[in-house]
């Protein structure tokens, strides 16, 4: 698996701020939201920011970022003197900004060996509040360090979270230790990575997997999990197995759009034509337990159908007439299960119609079975003795049950 590294962004040395767009950190990971997810009413108003650090120059430019189609677009806006800057810009309860520093010529500002340019500690990224004050405070001039306090929720979430980090991952405010040694390594742009990295990013793992099995899922949650994700799949880390087991986990709280994660932490081990199937507890409308196993040596084939039923987009292209047709036809040979992956609220309500054959929920939105057998497919088709014969979509599910199914014409 092909690993992407930091953001190729801070490779440049010297930028003209004005209208200048990047890509920032966390979207350099497997996903980003497409939008805010806690729910909130979108305000907006005039922010106050205030800041007070220490070891950073005079004359520091500090430069504020602003989303803008899905890249950031920043500009200068205050100049650190003393010790001290203060700005108001016009800003939304429901988007994340960004600070960064850089001197007068527009060079980034960084306390690391210049000559090693991939420092993610070199963006702060925030929620304001609207209509109040924003404080910031910090000791170093990689203000990716530095600490934002305001009433917003967010805002308090991120600090809960960073608390955490500065308490119980000893490598979380020793970055630039970390950094130098893997400059140290580096034979290439992308990095050799050490076994001391290693070994950082798997107790960052253990330690935030240990923080957020007992967390909700939120913007901030999605945004720690991605970090958590990205570590846990380097190829060569000796510790791969442990943390993808535990990234899994913290992987189904996210809901079903970022599926792409999932699926990305599964993407060497997706069961191929010829696999036994492998065993899910599902659960049907009274919430028996159930298991696609269960059918293994009656004798009958099995079509098994991944499907999200408040998924308007997928319902269009569903092919229910096909379905209906191999039931009512060859129920003597066939055995359906459609897998439903609604949410677990939505699918114990009944908010739509349960199909005629069986109809299942694994309570996990589908996640686990989606990225194990079917990544981009809807469809698997399984022998009798239980081994997968095939896969297929919604627009070939007739022609695909006929290659693999004899009975059917």
């Not at 930091?6 to 040395?13: A, E, H």
């Not at 950031?72 to 650190?80: D, F, K, L, N, Q």
């Not at 702060?124 to 917003?152: A, H, K, Q």
Request: glycine residues 6%.
């Amino acid at each position: 698996m092909r690993k992407v590294a930091f953001s190729i962004f801070l490779l440049l040395s010297a930028i003209s701020l004005q209208a200048q767009v990047y890509t920032p950190e966390f979207s350099m990971l497997f996903a980003t939201p497409e939008e805010e997810i806690n729910n909130r009413t979108p305000t907006s108003g005039v922010g106050i920011f205030e800041g007070n650090v220490t070891n950073v120059p005079d004359s520091t430019l500090v430069n504020f970022w602003v989303p803008m189609d899905g890249d950031y677009c920043g500009e200068h806006v205050a100049t650190i003197i003393g010790g001290k800057f203060r700005f108001e810009k016009n800003i939304r309860n429901d988007v994340k900004y960004c600070i960064t520093l850089t001197d007068k010529n527009g060079k980034w500002l960084s306390d690391l060996d210049d000559e090693y340019h991939l420092q993610p500690g070199l963006e702060l990224f925030f929620y304001g509040i609207p209509n109040g004050t924003t404080r910031i405070s910090g000791n170093r001039v990689m203000c990716g360090f530095w600490r934002v306090e305001n009433d917003d929720p967010l805002a308090m979430e991120a600090n809960e979270y960073d608390d955490y980090k500065r308490h119980f991952i000893p490598s979380y405010m020793n970055e630039d230790d970390k950094k130098n040694r893997m400059a140290k390594d580096t034979v290439s742009m992308w990095a050799v990575r050490s076994d001391e990295i290693y070994e950082d990013e798997n107790d960052y793992v253990d330690a935030m997997y240990k923080f957020m099995k007992d967390k909700p899922y939120s913007r901030k949650y999605l945004e720690e999990f991605s970090k958590v994700a990205y570590y846990a799949s380097y190829d060569n880390n000796p510790f791969r197995d442990e943390n993808l087991r535990k990234a899994r986990e913290l992987c189904l709280k996210l809901p079903y759009n970022q599926t792409p994660i999932y699926l990305a932490l599964f993407a060497d081990d997706v069961l191929n034509v010829d696999d036994d199937i492998e065993d899910f507890k599902l659960y049907d409308s009274n919430g028996k337990e159930h298991h696609l196993t269960e059918f293994n040596g009656n004798g009958k084939y099995k079509l098994m159908e991944i499907c999200r039923k408040d998924d308007s987009t997928v319902m269009m292209t569903r092919p229910k007439s096909v379905l209906d047709e191999l039931y009512k036809n060859y129920s003597k040979n066939l055995d359906i299960v459609t897998v439903n992956c609604d949410y677990q609220d939505v699918w114990k309500s009944g908010k739509y119609p349960r199909d005629q054959w069986n109809e299942w929920n694994d309570y996990n939105n589908g996640l686990p079975i989606i990225a194990r057998y079917t990544n981009q497919f809807n469809y698997v088709f399984i022998s009798p003795e239980g081994k997968i014969l095939g896969f297929g979509k919604h627009d070939n599910l007739m022609d695909k049950a006929k290659q693999h199914f004899a009975f059917v014409k």
